[in-house]
């Protein structure tokens, strides 16, 4: 390494000299005893060792990220840290493959976590994770060998003879037998210490035997109670056993993200909703990307007219079940709240594109309503489009649409009257119940202003002349 920098010193230093200079270089070779090597020597240790100050402050960045939740922000300085020059490609990758498990890239977290240069040397750190992705990806084969390699590097860091991941395995490939074998020695001997405790609870909570797990609570230290991780496994417990009221007394002293969650539920299942809802917007800022907060705060945002907050939430998604399409199609449908009718515009053309010009009437809706509140004040937007598509979210027998295209026909520019401030005319016997009711239809009746006889008169006289 340090006499690549040389060459390259050299090369930087005699590069732009005169063409008769050029001609006249040789090659430079200098003494480990010559002081300028010594010089050389300082320099090189100094471009090593900020490199690795560089790095580590990388690092420790990144897993600060990661630990709060912001996954962006952690993959953009691990980015920052060189893979052909730096020392801590292995901790890099490491963490990249978190990064990208807790994204649900599944795939991706296996090719980062089979690199060469981390796999050989951090087995022990790694295989757990990769035994993870395995499962996701339902690999029966590959979690077997997996569990296998696992097992043998990690046992000497387990003190409940690994029965999590026995559990976890056994769950995952249905062999029942092992469940029952492992529930049964977990109930007599994993009690006597938290750890073991808390994994045995949330075994049993992934096999749905709340009933069951809890009978054995009494037996808990009273020390138990002192952790939070704990008291919030017992909440659940209780929450799922339709015993609201013993779940918030473990919890309410608890300000966590899972503890505000369980919290909000309870609210919510109660209908009492801005308390829920605030509940749920704590959680978020202990975790800002908590699924099982986002998917109840952000209905109850539109329901409570909180737009922005929706808006915020929506941006906070990093489920990758959830469609995007649809997703997109709901932070236009806050934005029309907002009244950011521009903004709205802007994203229904991608939206348009990503439905390859054949979107759902309920974006057709929303795209002629956009471009009906729009108006002249942007010549961008092309009315008779607008038209067109509330035309068709018409025919597909929306009949908001249909009366809205039969004020195009009335109105000049139907955007920019509603969006004055004058009175207007207002019929109130017409509402939207009267418009669902049905009218009897009277027939019209023709005034007779000439008589045919007289009209037959005149044309015969008219032939005679």
Same mark, same amino acid.
């Given at each position: 390494m340090k006499y690549l920098l040389i060459f390259l010193f050299l090369t930087v230093t005699f590069g732009h000299s005169s063409a008769q200079g050029v001609n006249e270089f040789k090659e430079l070779i200098l003494d480990e005893d010559d002081p300028a090597f010594e010089a050389f020597d300082e320099n090189l240790i100094t471009i090593e060792n900020n490199q690795r100050i560089s790095d580590?402050?990388?690092?420790?960045? +990144?897993?600060?990220? /990661?630990?709060?939740?912001?996954?962006?922000?952690?993959?953009f300085y691990l980015n920052r840290i060189? %893979?052909?020059?730096?020392?801590?490609v292995a901790v890099k990758k490491r963490y990249l493959g978190t990064i990208y498990f807790l994204q649900g890239k599944f795939n991706e977290s296996l090719n980062t976590l089979n690199n060469s240069k981390i796999n050989n040397n951090y087995i022990n750190q790694i295989c757990l994770l990769k035994l993870l992705n395995y499962m996701a990806l339902d690999k029966n084969l590959e979690i077997m060998k997996e569990k296998d390699v696992c097992m043998l590097q990690t046992a000497k860091y387990s003190k409940n003879d690994q029965?999590? /991941?026995?559990? =976890?395995?056994?769950?995952?490939?249905?062999? $029942?037998?092992?469940?029952?074998?492992? =529930?049964?020695?977990? !109930?007599?001997?994993?009690?006597?210490?938290?750890?073991?405790? $808390? =994994?045995?609870?949330?075994?049993?909570? @992934?096999?749905?035997? %709340?009933?069951e797990l809890l009978s054995y609570i009494s037996t808990l230290s009273?020390?138990? @109670?002192?952790?939070?991780?704990?008291?919030?496994?017992i909440a659940f417990l209780y929450l799922r056993s339709g015993?609201? $009221?013993?779940?918030?007394?473990?919890?309410?002293?608890?300000?966590? +993200?899972?503890?505000?969650?369980? $919290?909000g539920t309870i609210n919510l299942n109660n209908k009492e909703y801005e308390l829920a809802f605030g509940h749920f917007r704590l959680a978020l800022q202990k975790k800002q990307d908590s699924n099982n907060a986002l998917e109840r705060a952000i209905p109850l945002s539109w329901l409570l007219g909180q737009w922005a907050d929706g808006l915020s939430m929506l941006n906070n998604i990093s489920n990758p079940t959830v469609d995007k399409r649809n997703a997109h199609a709901l932070k236009i449908a806050f934005l029309i709240r907002e009244k950011r009718f521009k903004e709205a515009a802007n994203e229904l053309t991608l939206l348009k594109i990503s439905f390859q010009n054949e979107p759902p009437f309920e974006v057709s809706i929303m795209d002629s309503y956009v471009g009906m509140m729009l108006g002249e004040s942007d010549r961008k937007i092309d009315r008779r489009n607008?038209?067109?598509?509330?035309?068709?979210?018409?025919? +597909?027998?929306?009949?908001? !649409?249909?009366?809205?295209?039969?004020? @195009?026909?009335?109105?000049?520019?139907?955007?920019?009257?509603?969006?004055?401030? %004058?009175p207007t005319m207002v019929d109130h016997k017409m509402t939207l119940e009267s418009l669902k009711e049905k009218q009897e239809i009277t027939p019209l009746k023709e005034d007779q202003s000439i008589d045919q006889s007289d009209i037959e008169e005149l044309d015969g006289a008219s032939i005679a002349l």
């Open positions: 580590i402050y990388n690092l420790q960045k +990144a897993k600060f990220k /990661l630990i709060n939740g912001d996954l962006k922000q952690a993959e060189s %893979e052909i020059q730096s020392q801590v029965f999590w /991941l026995e559990a =976890m395995v056994a769950l995952k490939i249905q062999n $029942k037998k092992g469940i029952d074998q492992l =529930m049964n020695n977990g !109930s007599n001997n994993l009690f006597s210490r938290d750890e073991d405790a $808390k =994994m045995w609870l949330k075994t049993g909570l @992934y096999l749905n035997q %709340e009933k009273e020390s138990s @109670y002192q952790s939070k991780r704990l008291r919030e496994i015993e609201a $009221k013993k779940a918030l007394a473990f919890i309410e002293d608890i300000d966590t +993200a899972n503890a505000e969650n369980i $919290k607008s038209e067109e598509l509330t035309e068709k979210a018409c025919k +597909a027998f929306d009949g908001l !649409s249909c009366w809205v295209a039969l004020q @195009y026909i009335q109105w000049e520019n139907l955007g920019k009257t509603i969006r004055r401030n %004058e």
